[in-house]
């Protein structure tokens, strides 16, 4: 069994979002059976709540359903359950890096690192227009695609 941790600031745009959208990719490949999908946020601001009705807007548009998931903040207990904990950003991943215990032996890295593009962090939307909901997609299913495939390898071997 793979578990895959996405992590943004707040767990209602980003981390939601990449969590809607792999979940869907790993069960259309028929291994919803090997890979556990979760999302949480570095900050506390959105506990509980339901993402962004932006992102799940713009994912509903495209086919993936964010509406049953719900804001949680990264615990330490994270380290101990996720294999791949997958920052949307150099400033989210610096935080996790700051409570990553010695001893974890999973990848702690950024999401973006599985995409073939041009682009190393996933921007926030928040602040801005409804494109930047569309681009976060884009670059999530990129992400999620190189993912993917990385974990299919490794079941695999």
Do not use: W
């Not at 990449?18 to 999302?39: C, K, M, P």
């Not at 990553?100 to 593009?117: E, N, Q, S, V």
């Amino acid at each position: 069994m793979a578990r895959v941790l996405f992590v943004c600031l707040g767990n209602i745009c980003r981390s939601p979002t990449a969590h809607g959208v792999f979940h869907q990719r790993v069960d259309a490949s028929g291994l919803a059976h090997r890979i556990e999908v979760d999302s949480a946020g570095t900050a506390a601001y959105h506990i509980g709540k339901a993402p962004d009705q932006r992102s799940v807007s713009a994912a509903q548009r495209r086919g993936y359903d964010l509406s049953p998931l719900r804001a949680r903040q990264v615990e330490a207990s994270d380290f101990g359950s996720f294999d791949y904990i997958l920052a949307m950003d150099h400033s989210n991943l610096a935080n996790l890096e700051r409570v990553c215990p010695a001893d974890y032996k999973g990848h702690l890295g950024l999401f973006l690192d599985f995409a073939d593009c041009s682009e190393v962090e996933v921007p926030d939307p928040y602040y801005g227009g409804a494109d930047g909901f569309g681009h976060v997609l884009d670059l999530v299913e990129a992400a999620s695609d190189g993912l993917l495939g990385h974990i299919r390898q490794e079941i695999a071997d």
